[in-house]
């Protein structure tokens, strides 16, 4: 099916920029004039992904109902011990993401600029900010910049159907984003938050849990379609039954339900992306070099990811067991820890302008009921 592309397609970027955006359009792979959509992202997939919280919720009862809460005990209570989430999801996602921009040089080209901008920035606020904030501070800035970036991804993506705007939107948005970042510092600093503390951070997750659930019903009116519906209340029934998972000391599912829904809505649309732009013929070294083994992005996009994060984790632990027995030098945090978290925030940066309408990312993006 051919798709007519009439609109711009780069976005509004800066004087530096047009010279890259002019290449960008003469190049031969940006003829969009007729660009079959080989793959397309499905509303309805990425709905279905809104099913784990019911599915966590079931596991809840039959732990509480069957199982004397056996489950509870097992399972980790802080977020730094989900080796298997990171390693499944967080990370890989984020690696995805930046070799879409690092091996594709037209589009390295057209953003080249503001990813060096944006990593000077980023050297600077670790450097600086080391040296003037605590550690705790630090996580909690980068962890709230996380938040951000994975609800403001999903009521986003909902309100393609949605086309809700104004201040009850808004509202009901940052309510979200407000409660999860409350609720995920709650977890993530359990013992260095006194009882008073805590006692005010409950009665403010409260408080929005009611804010959530009443702006759904406020914006419910105006929503356009049907899918939007579906949309506005999978996001408000991930926010709160997160919520109700903290209030029972479930933390691994208050924290599992937002994170697979993000980065599987992500690899969707990465997927989808390097199967349109490299089928039939691959346009960047990477799929040039993965040709003759014929697999689809499918699998490429995660697999790769996937094992690069891998890679990234027991390497860090070699290179610690090196330090300790040749030198007898514990390194206080992974070489690789300072890479991922600077990969992370060009992640969030770089995604929030990509993935624009006018984007060239886009142009390989066609959406389907």
Request: net charge positive; charged share 15%; proline share 5%.
């Amino acid at each position: 099916m051919e798709v007519s592309t009439n609109r711009p397609l780069v976005p509004a970027i800066g004087r530096q920029d047009c010279e890259a955006a002019e290449d960008l359009r003469r190049a031969p792979t940006a003829d969009t004039t007729a660009l079959h959509y080989n793959m397309r992202v499905s509303f309805r997939a990425l709905l279905a992904l809104y099913l784990i919280v019911p599915l966590c919720a079931l596991v809840y009862a039959l732990d509480v109902v069957v199982f004397d809460h056996h489950l509870l005990r097992v399972l980790p209570k802080s977020p730094r011990s989900y080796f298997l989430l990171s390693i499944l999801f967080g990370t890989p996602h984020i690696v995805a993401s930046n070799l879409i921009f690092l091996t594709n040089r037209d589009y390295f080209q057209l953003y080249r600029r503001r990813a060096l901008l944006a990593t000077l920035t980023i050297m600077a606020f670790f450097a600086i900010g080391s040296l003037i904030f605590s550690r705790a501070v630090m996580f909690v800035t980068v962890s709230t910049t996380t938040i951000v970036h994975v609800i403001k991804q999903q009521i986003g993506i909902g309100n393609m159907g949605a086309r809700l705007s104004g201040r009850r939107f808004h509202l009901w948005g940052w309510s979200i984003i407000a409660a999860s970042v409350i609720l995920y510092s709650a977890i993530l600093f359990p013992r260095a938050i006194s009882p008073d503390v805590r006692s005010l951070m409950n009665q403010a997750l409260m408080g929005f849990a009611f804010l959530i659930a009443g702006g759904a019903l406020a914006n419910q009116p105006r929503v356009a379609t049907g899918t939007g519906t579906l949309f506005l209340w999978g996001n408000t029934a991930m926010a709160l039954v997160s919520l109700f998972f903290y209030s029972q000391g479930y933390h691994f599912f208050a924290v599992l339900g937002p994170r697979v829904i993000h980065d599987c809505t992500a690899f969707v649309f990465y997927v989808v992306h390097d199967r349109n732009r490299h089928f039939p013929t691959p346009q960047n070294w990477l799929y040039k070099v993965m040709r003759p083994l014929r697999i689809s992005p499918v699998v490429t996009v995660p697999a790769i990811a996937v094992g690069l994060t891998l890679l990234q984790h027991y390497a860090d632990n070699a290179v610690i067991g090196i330090a300790k027995d040749l030198f007898d030098v514990q390194p206080r945090r992974p070489v690789s820890h300072i890479f991922v978290g600077y990969l992370s925030m060009m992640h969030y940066y770089m995604e929030a302008f990509t993935w624009k309408m006018a984007s060239p990312y886009r142009r390989y993006i066609a959406m389907s009921p």
